[in-house]
T-cell receptor, first 116, second 113 residues
């Protein structure tokens, strides 16, 4: 049924390693978004997909971050050569892309990434 | 430059009283505003929204007020309940910015029994 799911729920990695975060959106939702929330901060927009394409990549913090979406469903966010400042909760959301209801995004529980 | 600001990081109210959470924005292109509630270890959940063509939207105990001239919106919760204790995020979107939401930093609400 369900809502947006994300995996893993927690990830601890060493500085310099690559990580992949996964998001399964709500079935039928064509739009998918990635945000991150650093400690004590609000949600920072990273990237969104309409179908399989990402028209707006301006929020990605650096070229170490990339994301893809295949089949209009699952998305992965990849962080290469992780740094300690990448430590945050990474949140995925999905929405319908019709009219103003598109703005109502449904969030997953997030992946807490800790870079040591 | 923060386009959406929630200047109160925390708010404490007594059960049964009114909670008022405030949000200010700077981008005049924002035309749709939302409030999300977040419990620890969970993703934010949608609470209520308002279009810029309105100045008030009510849903049960929750009412959002929009003052476009002041670029200010507020969320009123009446009566407040202990289960309302959470972090509340204000968010805004602009018609020319696709589906992107710009979030404020959040306000932690604590409702005391």
């Amino acid at each position: 049924g369900a809502g947006v799911s994300q995996s893993p729920s927690n990830k601890v990695t060493e500085k310099g390693k690559d990580v992949e975060l996964r998001c399964d959106p709500i079935s039928g939702h064509t739009a998918l978004y990635w945000y991150r929330q650093s400690l004590g901060q609000g949600l920072e927009f990273l990237i969104y997909f309409q179908g399989n394409s990402a028209p707006d990549k301006s929020g990605l913090p650096s070229d170490r971050f990339s994301a893809e979406r295949t089949g209009g469903s699952v998305s992965t966010l990849t962080i290469q050569r992780t740094q300690q400042e990448d430590s945050a909760v990474y949140l995925c959301a999905s929405s319908l892309a019709l009219g103003r209801a598109k703005a109502r995004q449904y969030f997953g529980p997030g992946t807490r990434l800790t870079v040591t | 430059d923060q386009q959406v600001k929630q200047n109160s990081p925390s708010l404490s109210v007594q059960e049964g009283r009114i909670s008022i959470l405030n949000c200010d924005y700077t981008n005049s292109m924002f035309d749709y505003f939302l409030w999300y509630k977040k419990y620890p270890a969970e993703g934010p959940t949608f609470l209520i929204s308002i279009s810029s063509i309105k100045d008030k939207n009510e849903d049960g105990r929750f009412t959002v007020f929009l003052n476009k001239s002041a670029k200010h919106l507020s969320l009123h919760i009446v009566p407040s309940q202990p289960g309302d204790s959470a972090v509340y995020f204000c968010a805004a979107s602009a018609l020319n910015a696709g589906n992107m939401l710009t979030f404020g930093g959040g306000t932690r609400l604590m409702v005391k029994p």
